[in-house]
């Protein structure tokens, strides 16, 4: 989609042969850009991770820049909902750490240093973009979920489970928390926590089938996709949520897409909820992204993923930094 300086009003990327940029609304890279290159507002990027770095991905799935460029491993970012900031995590060998960054590379953050755990990982922003859930280490060494709220910096403690709790999600109405939780008989299983309701005890989504993680909800909330190896291999499921309402969502049998040589890494929904987007090592080539219909286990020919990404065609991503 090619769009015009008037289309971009605040800012947007200039993406032209590889090289990108970020652009002012009036300058001269717009109209650079509208003549020989194309403009996507900030608010269409998607970020992913890749080779343990945070690149950023237009809404038509091609990848743009590489905004972190670190000797660190950097995983598990998340875009803030006003798409101005990515939260992510940054493991410098002796502790991992949650940054934030605005989307053009600047203003980087350690949002969790001053925080008594050494373990931080798998940011997600509420809906509202006040909160921010994690996971944390306890002192004990097990994990747990915390809430940090961006206005006063107060942290809180959402789950208290001796054998670990991790992967927060929030639902895109705000309402429901899903995450992998341990026990003494399964070592990881989806839960869902009411985030409007302290006193509600968490529900099980899914129990005794395997390993289950990386729950990703659907932009409708109407559907949970998440990877197990309940069938012997890392694989692609999907749980409706339909179940919240009457309170037991154990005696659904998730829809399983098979999906062959899946990388256990986070899933994306599409923005229409229509495909989702995988990790995946393919011919023994660096990581790639895939996306694959969500609708596609009731294809006669099956699920077949369609390549997103070409990471060992990128030779390099350029960023032009720009700061008010």
Not at 113 to 126: C, D, I, K, Q
Request: with cysteine; glycine share 6%.
């Amino acid at each position: 989609m090619r769009l015009t300086g008037a289309q971009c009003k605040e800012m947007c990327w200039f993406v032209f042969r590889g090289v990108s940029a970020v652009s002012v609304m009036g300058t001269f890279l717009v109209l650079v850009a509208v003549a020989f290159g194309r403009l996507v507002p900030t608010g269409q990027m998607i970020p992913v991770n890749l080779n343990d770095d945070i690149y950023v991905m237009d809404a038509d799935r091609r990848l743009i820049a590489n905004l972190t460029q670190s000797q660190m491993p950097e995983r598990s970012p998340a875009m803030a909902p006003d798409g101005r900031q990515i939260i992510f995590s940054v493991d410098d060998g002796k502790d991992r750490n949650l940054y934030t960054t605005s989307l053009y590379g600047l203003q980087r953050a350690n949002l969790t240093s001053a925080l008594p755990n050494r373990f931080f990982a798998y940011p997600s922003w509420s809906p509202d973009g006040l909160q921010i859930a994690f996971t944390a280490e306890q002192p004990i060494g097990d994990l747990d979920i915390f809430l940090f709220t961006l206005a006063d910096g107060a942290v809180r403690r959402l789950t208290n489970n001796p054998y670990g709790d991790n992967m927060p999600i929030w639902s895109p109405d705000g309402r429901h928390m899903v995450y992998v939780a341990a026990s003494a008989n399964d070592p990881a299983d989806l839960w869902v926590l009411d985030t409007r309701c302290r006193d509600c005890p968490p529900q099980p989504l899914t129990t005794g089938n395997g390993i289950d993680f990386y729950p990703a909800w659907s932009p409708d909330g109407s559907s949970i996709a998440f990877i197990s190896n309940r069938s012997g291999s890392y694989d692609l499921y999907i749980l409706g949520t339909h179940c919240l309402d009457s309170g037991d969502c154990t005696m659904q049998n998730p829809l399983w897409l098979r999906i062959p040589d899946l990388t256990p890494v986070p899933l994306l929904w599409s923005d229409d909820g229509q495909q989702i987007i995988f990790q995946s090592i393919r011919e023994g080539r660096v990581p790639d992204l895939y996306a694959v219909d969500a609708d596609c286990y009731t294809a006669q020919d099956g699920c077949l993923p369609q390549q997103v990404t070409h990471f060992n065609r990128m030779l390099w991503a350029a960023r032009w930094r720009w700061e008010r």
